[in-house]
C-alpha cells in the first residue's frame, strides 16, 4: 500500500542548532499535515501544505511541500528546549485518508 | 472547551478479558477514527468512520471492533485482548467526511497493557 517514509527517526542536536525532517512518498499525496507530539503528549496540528512548491513558515519554523508533491520537509532554526518532542507528517492519499510518517524524535543535548 | 476525551487512560489487562476504551468528542465532527502508536512505527489507523452508523477498517484492524451509533461517540472494543495488542491508543476526530483535509484533534491516549 502507499507509504510515507520519514527520516531520520531520532535527532539529537545541541541547543541553538537546526533540526530538519523529511518525509517521502512513491505516490503524489493531494496535501500533507504536520503535526508535533510532545513527551507524553498527544499530537497536536502544526500546519498543513496543500500546493506544490509551497513553503509555509510559522516563527523559526519552515515547512516545504515538493514540486512533485511527493515529499516534504520541517525545518526548524536555532532549536529551544521547547522544541522537543516527535514531529509527525501525514499525506493525503487517494482514497481520501491519510497516510502517517513514523516520526521523527528531537533529543536536545544538554 | 472543544475537546476529544478518552477513557481509561491507562488500562492494565489479561489475555482474553474483553475491554472498551471509549471515546467522545463535543465539536460536532463527522470523522472520527482510532490509532495506535507503537515505538519506531508510528500512528497506525485501526478503524476510521465517515459519520453514524458508517465504519471502515484501517490499515490495522485485526482484533478489534468499533460502533458509531452517535455522533459524539466511537468506542474502540477488544473482545479478547492479547499481549500484541500492548500499546498506546489515540482517538481522533476532524470536521468533514474527508479526514485528509481536516485538522485532526486528539484525544490524550490511553496506554494499554495486556499481560
Known amino acids: 500500500g502507499q507509504q510515507v517514509m520519514q527520516i531520520p527517526q531520532y535527532q539529537h542536536v545541541q541547543e541553538g542548532e537546526d533540526f530538519t525532517t523529511y518525509c517521502n512518498s512513491s505516490?503524489?499525496?493531494?496535501?500533507i499535515q504536520w503535526y508535533k507530539q510532545r513527551p507524553g503528549g498527544h499530537p497536536v496540528f502544526l500546519i498543513q501544505l496543500v500546493k506544490s512548491g509551497e513553503v509555509k513558515k510559522q516563527k523559526r519554523l519552515t515547512f516545504q511541500f515538493g514540486e512533485a508533491k511527493k515529499n516534504s520537509s520541517l525545518h526548524i532554526t536555532a532549536t529551544q528546549t521547547t522544541d522537543v518532542g516527535t514531529y509527525f507528517c501525514?499525506?493525503?492519499?487517494?482514497?481520501?485518508?491519510?497516510?502517517w510518517g513514523a516520526g521523527t524524535k528531537l533529543i536536545i543535548k544538554p | 472547551e472543544a475537546q476529544v476525551t478518552q477513557n481509561p487512560r491507562y488500562l492494565i489487562t489479561v489475555t482474553g478479558k474483553k475491554l472498551t476504551v471509549t471515546c467522545s468528542q463535543n465539536m460536532n465532527h463527522e470523522y472520527m477514527s482510532w490509532y495506535r502508536q507503537d515505538p519506531g512505527l508510528g500512528l497506525r489507523q485501526i478503524y476510521y468512520?465517515?459519520?453514524?452508523?458508517?465504519?471502515d477498517k484501517g490499515d490495522v484492524p485485526e482484533g478489534y471492533k468499533v460502533s458509531r451509533k452517535e455522533k459524539r461517540n466511537f468506542p474502540l472494543i477488544l473482545e479478547s485482548p492479547s499481549p500484541n495488542q500492548t500499546s498506546l491508543y489515540f482517538c481522533a476526530s476532524s470536521l468533514s467526511t474527508s479526514g485528509r483535509f481536516d485538522t485532526q484533534y486528539f484525544g490524550p491516549g490511553t496506554r494499554l497493557t495486556v499481560l
Open positions: 501525514a499525506g493525503g492519499d487517494s482514497n481520501y485518508q491519510l497516510i
Open positions: 468512520s465517515m459519520n453514524v452508523e458508517v465504519t
Open positions: 505516490t503524489t499525496l493531494s496535501n
